[in-house]
Nanobody, 121 residues
């Protein structure tokens, strides 16, 4: 059974940066697309970014394009989300997830427990 464990969340001032990490157990990590989602209080979970199994293709929500970068290291079974120029509206619980297709949100079927990101204005 695959387990995903996020880390790196915290409190940051607007304009600052954070890097989230998600470590995956299991030997099939490199066969799957990975993604980051977020959920703010009172809002639905939304797709933030995705990366193909090969690392060649990355995808972003319009709201984070140009500020966030998703990457993965298949030798470490880890996916990252570098978040720069953070805004108060980026505050949420961030989840990493494993999926079949990086752009097909419904293909993500294995989730971490989430890490809180708080952005002060």
């Amino acid at each position: 059974q695959v387990q995903l464990v996020e880390s790196g969340g915290g409190l940051v001032q607007a304009g600052g940066s954070l890097r989230l990490s998600c470590a995956a157990s299991g030997r099939t990590f490199s066969s799957y697309a990975m993604g980051w989602f977020r959920q703010a209080p009172g809002k639905e979970r939304e797709y933030v970014a995705g990366i193909s199994w090969s690392t060649l293709n990355t995808y972003y929500a319009d709201s984070v394009k140009g500020r966030f970068t998703i990457s993965r290291d298949n030798t470490k079974n880890t996916v990252y989300l570098q978040m720069n120029r953070l805004k108060p509206e980026d505050a949420a619980v961030y989840y990493c997830a494993r999926g079949r297709i990086a752009t097909r949100h419904t293909s993500f079927d294995c989730w971490g427990q989430g890490t809180q990101v708080t952005v002060s204005s």
